[in-house]
């Protein structure tokens, strides 16, 4: 009995102090941690569902919903997220669809922990790339954001790996994979 009642007090205890031990450092919500950075890895999967506004003259206007995904040990994706955790606009002009050529962007993710909007250059990758069972071929592009400073961030990267469809193809949609530094004011 006496084991019994000491097991039943450490559970106890462990849950009671499970939610402190789970949000020690500011870990998950998006916020700079103890050491001043955080790190968020989220994907955009383009959506019809969200509008994008965009200054007058950008060409590349898009509008998509914010997953986590879950990735392995060995940092292979094991899960892409199965409900939004937010929604991302992403506004630019394309100067030239030449591999390497820099083209203006930016981004605003709204999430839990407030909005995050960085600017910055996008490039295409090598060109265009056949994928299996999609109709048309995709570009591949990779963006480089600085992340503007608020009140929590004073520093920040956000980098992208994208798929690009420039026409709609039924069943596929532009999606990327974002990987966001920031940093707290000192």
């Known amino acids: 009995m006496t084991r019994l009642v000491s ?9 009671a102090l499970a939610p402190a031990l789970a949000d020690a450092g500011g870990r998950g919500r998006g916020h700079p941690q103890d050491d001043g950075e955080d790190v968020l890895l989220l994907r955009t ?11 007058e003259g950008d060409n590349i206007r898009l509008g998509a919903y914010v997953y986590a995904p879950r990735t392995r040990w060995n940092g292979v994706v094991v899960a892409e997220g199965d409900r939004p955790i937010g929604t991302a606009i992403g506004c630019g002009k394309i100067a ?11 981004m605003r993710f709204a999430l839990d922990r407030g ?3 960085a600017k910055g250059k996008c490039f295409v990758g090598d060109g265009w790339y056949p994928l299996p069972d999609v109709p048309a071929p995709v570009l591949l592009v990779g963006c ?4 503007d400073p608020d009140a929590e961030i004073a520093h920040g990267i956000a980098t ?19 990987t966001l530094r ?5």
């Open 7 to 15: 097991v039943l007090a450490a559970l106890a205890l462990a849950l």
């Open 160 to 178: 992208s790996s994208s798929v690009f469809l420039l026409a709609s193809v039924p069943g596929f949609d532009t999606g990327s994979y974002w």
């Open 182 to 186: 920031l940093y707290a004011p000192e």
């Open 96 to 106: 030239s669809l030449l591999p390497y050529q820099p083209n203006d962007f930016s």
């Open 45 to 55: 999967q383009e959506s019809p569902e969200v509008t994008p506004v965009c200054p």
């Open 144 to 147: 480089t954001l600085t992340v």
């Open 115 to 117: 909005v995050i909007t």
